[in-house]
T-cell receptor
Framework: NAGVTQTPKFRVLKTGQSMTLLCAQDMNHEYMYWYRQDPGMGLRLIHYSVGEGTTAKGEVPDGYNVSRLKKQNFLLGLESAAPSQTSVYFC???????????FGSGTRLTVV | KNEVEQSPQNLTAQEGEFITINCSYSVGISALHWLQQHPGGGIVSLFMLSSGKKKHGRLIATINIQEKHSSLHITASHPRDSAVYICALPNTGNQFYFGTGTSLTVIP
C-alpha cells in the first residue's frame, strides 16, 4: 500500500542509549517531516527536509539528528536518549504544493 | 501568538447530531488541511482545501479565504467519529502551523 511507513512501532530505551527511527515513503514526495506528540502539547516539528540531501531544524531539534540520503527515506536519530524524549513520534510527507499530506502510524518511544 | 485557533477544544455530542468544528487563522495561506487522530492511533488527512467546500461521506469541509476561517462539519455523527480533529496550515517555509485540536466524543 502506498503511504508512509515508520519503523519501529514501539521501543523502550535506557537513558544514554542510541537509536534510529526510519521513515519511508513511496509517493515520490519532496517534503518530509519528523514530529513529536506529547500530551497537551500537540504536534511539534523536530526536523524536516525539502528534498534529497537537505535537512533543516524545526521547533524542537535539540537531542535529535536527521538524514535524507535518499528521497524516499528520512531517518531520525537519538544519539544519547533522555527521559524527556519519551514521546510518540510521527513522520509525514507532502508533495509539491502541499498535496498528499500523509502521516506514518507513529512510533511510541519510552526512555527509562 | 497562535497563528491558528480552533474551537471548541472539547465537544461531546449524542449520536446523530450535526457537529461543527471551527478553525480561524491569522496568516495568509494557499491551502488548509483537516486531520483526524483516533485515540492511540495514527493521523489521517481528511481534506486539503484551498477554496469553497469539499465533501467526503458524512464529512464536509468549508473554507473562506477572505475571512480566514474554515469549518469541519460531521452530519449524522456516530461513535466511530470520536477522535481529535486538527487543522493544519502550510507556511511559506514548507512547514505547518497546527491548531490545538478539538477532541470530539460521540455518545451512543
Amino acid at each position: 500500500n502506498a503511504g508512509v511507513t515508520q519503523t519501529p512501532k514501539f521501543r523502550v530505551l535506557k537513558t544514554g542509549q542510541s537509536m534510529t527511527l526510519l521513515c519511508a515513503q513511496d509517493m515520490n514526495h519532496e517534503y518530509m517531516y519528523w514530529y513529536r506528540q506529547d500530551p497537551g502539547m500537540g504536534l511539534r516539528l523536530i526536523h524536516y527536509s525539502v528534498g534529497e540531501g537537505t535537512t533543516a531544524k524545526g521547533e524542537v531539534p535539540d537531542g535529535y539528528n536527521v538524514s535524507r540520503l535518499k528521497k524516499q527515506n528520512f531517518l531520525l536519530g537519538l544519539e544519547s536518549a533522555a527521559p524527556s524524549q519519551t514521546s510518540v513520534y510521527f513522520c509525514a510527507s507532502t508533495g509539491q504544493g502541499n498535496y498528499g499530506y500523509t502521516f506514518g502510524s507513529g512510533t511510541r518511544l519510552t526512555v527509562v | 501568538k497562535n497563528e491558528v485557533e480552533q474551537s471548541p477544544q472539547n465537544l461531546t455530542a449524542q449520536e446523530g447530531e450535526f457537529i461543527t468544528i471551527n478553525c480561524s487563522y491569522s496568516v495568509g495561506i494557499s491551502a488548509l488541511h483537516w486531520l483526524q487522530q483516533h485515540p492511540g492511533g495514527g493521523i489521517v488527512s481528511l481534506f486539503m482545501l484551498s477554496s469553497g467546500k469539499k465533501k467526503h461521506g458524512r464529512l464536509i469541509a468549508t473554507i473562506n479565504i477572505q475571512e480566514k476561517h474554515s469549518s469541519l462539519h460531521i452530519t449524522a455523527s456516530h461513535p466511530r467519529d470520536s477522535a481529535v480533529y486538527i487543522c493544519a496550515l502550510p507556511n511559506t517555509g514548507n512547514q505547518f502551523y497546527f491548531g490545538t485540536g478539538t477532541s470530539l466524543t460521540v455518545i451512543p
